[in-house]
């Protein structure tokens, strides 16, 4: 039977590594949720399961498994294998811009390039010492929100989403991050709940997969939240949104950095006369924009989208 689990009666952890691998990949799982490959899926369940350490990788690939870390990776694979589930929610744990969050199937995986201008502190679009506030929009778990604040220690960021749910996963990694005194989580439906709110940098990875996509999609990217990944027909409903009004929520010489993913095109076609500068990354996908101040404040989004 193709989805049959390989039994384990001792293996290294390399050894186990591989056989999941080999599983994965007979049983034709999809990737795409912080790993892009078998191999990485299965080392994450197989160290996670044995309770070790990815620093401590090199010195422990040899390592010979105990009886009950076998038994726990075996469990790991069976139900990445039966039940499609992510690795993600099945450790609850993935890393964004360095950072380890807590994640369960209330909230999407994190996985936004996002991460990387997040690192380089939005450079070269923003003076990072000028940086005071940033808005993230759906912020889901907090990852983009609490790496932000992280890496702008001046700065307070709100995080907001529309989901009460996503909104508690959230607060688990403001606490777990220790950054409750100036990353706040709101209840907002885009710019709903900020009324006379202005920030230095909107920052946002919305719902933007349009009614054709989300009908395909496999059967991982079923288990997240149809909340945070649905955009409308289109893709591109919460997108009009967040452009239309973001220069009211902007100071000047603020940016918006937004991700559109596969609604790139999509995006350029609707409005074909608004300068997005793409950005490319050294990993991960691209369809990220953004743009400035100025250029939101000449956006005629009503005669545009």
């Known amino acids: 039977m193709q989805d049959e689990v390989e039994r384990i009666s001792a293996a290294s952890v390399a050894q186990c590594i591989e056989r999941g691998a080999r599983q994965f990949e007979a049983a034709g799982v999809e990737f795409g949720h912080g790993t892009d490959n078998a191999f990485d899926e299965a080392a994450e369940l197989v160290f996670f399961g044995a309770g070790l350490r990815h620093e401590d990788a090199a010195a422990v690939y040899g390592q010979t498994l105990t009886a009950a870390q076998l038994e726990r990776i075996e469990s790991l694979f069976e139900r990445r294998v039966r039940e499609r589930i992510p690795a993600a929610y099945l450790t609850q744990r993935m890393w964004f811009a360095g950072h380890e969050f807590f994640v369960d199937e209330r909230v999407l995986v994190p996985r936004s390039a996002i991460a990387e201008l997040i690192d380089a502190r939005f450079a070269p679009w923003i003076d990072a ?3 005071r506030s940033i808005l993230d ?9 609490i790496a932000c ?3 702008f220690p001046e700065a307070r960021v709100d995080a907001v989403d529309l ?5 508690a996963v959230t607060r688990i ?6 950054v409750k005194d100036r990353v706040r989580a709101l209840v907002s439906d885009v710019y709903s709940g900020l009324d006379g709110c202005t920030y230095d940098a909107i920052v946002t990875n919305p719902p933007y997969v349009g009614s054709e996509e989300l009908a395909s999609l496999p059967a991982e990217y079923r288990r997240e939240p149809q909340l945070g990944l ?7 409903d919460i997108v009009r949104r967040i452009l239309r009004d973001a220069a009211a929520h902007l100071n000047p010489q603020g940016i918006l950095i937004c991700e559109v993913g596969n609604t790139e095109e999509a ?3 609707a409005f074909p006369d608004v300068p997005f500068v793409w950005l490319e990354f050294d990993r991960g996908d691209g369809g990220v924009f953004v743009l400035e101040y100025q250029d939101l404040q000449r956006l005629a ?3 545009s989208g």
């Not at 929009?137 to 929100?145: D, L, Y």
């Not at 989901?163 to 909104?167: E, K, V, W």
């Not at 990694?173 to 220790?178: A, D, L, T, V």
């Open 301 to 303: 989004v009503g005669d």
């Open 267 to 269: 995006l350029q076609d």
């Open 163 to 167: 989901s009460n749910d996503a909104l």
């Open 137 to 145: 929009i759906g912020t889901g778990s907090g990852c983009i929100a």
């Open 230 to 236: 649905y955009g409308g027909e289109d893709g591109l």
């Open 129 to 131: 010492a000028k940086v």
């Open 149 to 151: 604040a992280l890496a």
């Open 173 to 178: 990694n403001i606490e777990r991050h220790q």
